[in-house]
């Protein structure tokens, strides 16, 4: 009833894992079609706007001063004439009228002329940058009334010059001035003036600004449109990745080992923390058809996905042997797993393991450690407590072809503690640059020791994030914790010295001691 309950739990899970996955695929698509579309339409309004801000910039630094500066011209020839007609139109009073004229605004005028129908200077104030109009295009525009307007470039700027016929002896309504005749003939003349454009564009620098600084606020946002659609195709794959990493986390939490293949009777926790999403570090445990209990940890060298597919194929390879079945067999599974990870993978993606088994019926601990850091057996008697270094076996795996492995045996007494970890734990350092060590990992198994193994394994957990504060974990940190009961019911004294405990504490070797 057990087994069918555990199988339609799992079944349950995977079905609502598969509706998870495509629900997030489904949200994902949907929300990169959003971002494509305010991508677009946000490289499309930017054109717009900036495109509407190079014309209406170029419309009042051109169009609107040169309008203004043709009204200007006008105004001033206007009181010109005016001044003319008051006057009576004497040659005297012409160059009067001129001088007169180009005090009134000394910064805008470059030039001003009365000529004659040929050419020749009846009054004039300012030397011209050159000549512009022919006796012939003045006669024609004499005749015809026409107003003649051109942009020249001086040394002192861009100047708007405008020729004109002038009337000094009309009056305000077309009438002739001064009591003259209608019909009588008059001389011809012909003025001409030169506004600088930059005095009369002053005016609207303000203005040009605001433009000038709406045309670059638009530049930046269609080059920031161009810049996210270009990084556009790049950002998919990475959430892409971040998708299949999410997964390949779900999937490695999926490997490790169930609560349901835990014997109830064992007293066992483990916990591993990766470094990113998914890491190297992987732990398992099992029991036989025998009773023995299987205990495996691997630790691949680097972190993120190509460690994790590593140790998830030790795992498995591993998995595949019947490796607590004797000390041949397990050495053997060691020795066999080096040479193909030597001949399938890179020299720089080597692997320390630790496998070892522990059989109830003889209280007794077999393992193979191949370059991992050595577990800890801990076992606490009248004098405090004492340790055991797991270090019997062979080079790491995957790095030296052919290795010989051995394996190593020790006697387990009632309520001994296995401890196993990786060097994400021991190498941990904190911001002065001082790493956990395993002292402090005994001080603290030390203190937590009454505990339950899974209260025990946080209680160490909580200690290593105490001692780093804020500092994130540089590597995948894992640790196993495993309090070993042997099938009989009490031990004598003479039964611990007959399995080895009967060293006196402190004994310089294998032996560590924590009171």
């Known amino acids: 009833m057990k087994s069918i309950f555990h199988s339609w739990r799992n079944t349950a899970a995977q079905s609502n894992s598969q509706l998870q996955s495509r629900n997030a695929t489904w949200r994902s698509g949907n929300r990169n079609v959003v971002l494509k579309s305010c991508v677009t339409c946000g490289l499309i309004l930017g054109t717009v706007l900036l495109a509407q801000m190079i014309s209406t910039y170029r419309f009042v630094s051109n169009d609107l001063v040169q309008r203004e500066a043709q009204r200007e ?15 009576g139109a004497q040659d005297s009073d012409l160059s009067e009228i001129v001088n007169e004229t180009v005090r009134e605004s000394p910064a805008q005028i470059a030039w001003l002329r009365i000529l004659q129908i040929d050419g020749t200077p009846a009054a004039s104030v300012g030397v011209p940058a050159e000549k512009l109009y022919s006796p012939s295009r003045m006669q024609q525009a004499v005749e015809s009334h026409e107003i003649l307007s051109k942009i020249v470039n001086t040394p002192a700027g861009r100047v708007l010059v405008t020729a004109r016929p002038f009337h000094p002896d009309l009056g305000p309504f077309g ?12 001389r011809p003349l012909f003025v001409e003036i030169a506004v600088y454009l930059d005095s009369i564009a002053a005016p609207y620098g303000p203005l040009r600004i605001r433009v000038l600084t709406g045309s670059l606020a638009a530049l930046a946002l269609v080059i920031a449109m161009i810049v996210i659609g270009l990084r556009f195709g790049p950002y998919l794959r990475g959430k892409q990745l971040q998708q299949q990493a999410d997964v390949a986390r779900n999937v490695q939490l999926d490997l490790m080992p169930p609560l349901e293949s835990i014997p109830e009777d064992l007293d066992f926790a483990g916990a591993c923390i990766p470094a990113w999403q998914v890491g190297g570090d992987f732990y398992d445990v099992c029991a036989d058809k025998n009773g023995r209990i299987g205990l495996m940890l691997t630790d691949v060298a680097g972190k993120g996905l190509p460690a994790a597919l590593l140790s998830s194929l030790i795992q498995g390879a591993l998995r595949a042997t019947s490796w607590t079945s004797d000390a041949l067999v397990q050495a053997g599974a060691a020795q066999q797993l080096n040479d193909f990870l030597c001949a399938r993978s890179a020299p720089e993606r080597f692997a320390s393991m630790i496998c070892c088994y522990y059989d109830p019926r003889t209280s007794t601990l077999r393992y193979v450690n191949a370059g991992h850091l050595p577990p800890m057996l801990v076992h606490r008697g009248r004098n405090g407590f004492s340790v055991r270094r797991l270090e019997a076996g062979g080079p790491v795996l995957g790095l030296l072809p052919g290795s010989f492995y051995l394996q190593g045996e020790v006697a387990v007494g009632p309520g001994d503690l296995l401890v196993m970890f990786s060097d994400g734990i021991t190498e941990a350092e904190n911001t002065s640059g001082e790493e956990f060590g395993e002292w402090r990992l005994l001080e603290a198994i030390c203190k937590h020791w009454d505990a339950a193994a899974r209260d025990l394994c946080d209680g160490v957990l909580a200690d290593l994030r105490s001692f780093l504060g804020d500092l994130d974990a540089q590597d995948d940190q894992t640790l196993m914790v495993i309090r070993l009961q042997p099938s009989l019911n009490d031990f004598t004294n003479d039964d611990l010295r007959a399995i080895g405990w009967a060293q006196p504490v402190g004994q310089v070797g294998t032996e560590l001691v924590c009171q």
């Open 175 to 186: 009438g002739i001035a001064n009591g003259g005749r209608h019909g009588s003939p008059s």
């Open 73 to 87: 011209t006008n105004r001033k020839l206007v009181g010109a004439e005016q001044m003319a007609r008051v006057l």
